[in-house]
Structures are given as C-alpha cells and as structure tokens.
C-alpha cells in the first residue's frame, strides 16, 4: 500500500473516531487514539508528498484543518436529533413551565 492511500485512511479512521468519541463517553481514549491516527496520517502524508510535490502535502494539512471541526461540529450537531443523544442529554424547561401564573 502506497503511503499516500495510507495517510489517507488513517485520517478517515481518525476522523471516525472523533465522532465516536461524541457518541461514546470513554474519558478520553478515544481522542487519543484519533490523535495517534493523525499523528501517523501526517507521517505518512509527509513521506508520501513532501519530497515529489510540496503544495500537495500542504492541500492535505488544509483538509485535515477542515476536517476535524466540521466533523466534530457534524457530531455535535446531530447528536440531540438522535434517540440516544435525547436520552443522555437534558433539555431546559419550556416557556410555560417557568412563566409564572398571573390572572
């Protein structure tokens, strides 16, 4: 496997894990896994790119740049829309609930 498709799957796998640690509460460990995966990703980006073209390593550090917050943002997002993210989540009271009775 060449390191470029390499670089490359390790950054979806780190970006699936970043999702997954908005899904699943596991203290941290999942995070660091998603680091250790972009860690490696850039690694093999860096092999792969840097010495034959410059500016395509760099497309690939703007992409990873934009990546993880939209994905994080993605999650983050569509979790209370879920039927686990309601049941884990509180939501405030409504309007009627705290207005006070007046007649």
Excluded at 5 to 14: D, K, R, T, Y
Excluded at 22 to 39: E, N
């Amino acid at each position: 496997m060449l390191p470029s498709h390499f670089a490359i799957l390790l950054l979806i796998l780190g970006l699936a894990l970043l999702v997954a640690e908005v899904f699943l509460p596991s203290g941290g460990m999942i995070s660091v896994a998603a680091v250790i995966c972009f860690a490696a990703s850039a690694g093999c980006a860096w092999n792969a790119w840097w010495t034959s073209s410059q500016s395509s390593f760099w497309i690939y550090v703007a992409s990873v740049i934009l990546l993880v917050p939209s994905s994080i943002g993605g999650a983050i997002y569509t979790l209370p829309r879920t039927s686990f993210g309601r049941r884990i989540l509180l939501f405030g009271p409504e309007l009627h609930e705290v207005t006070p009775f007046a007649e």
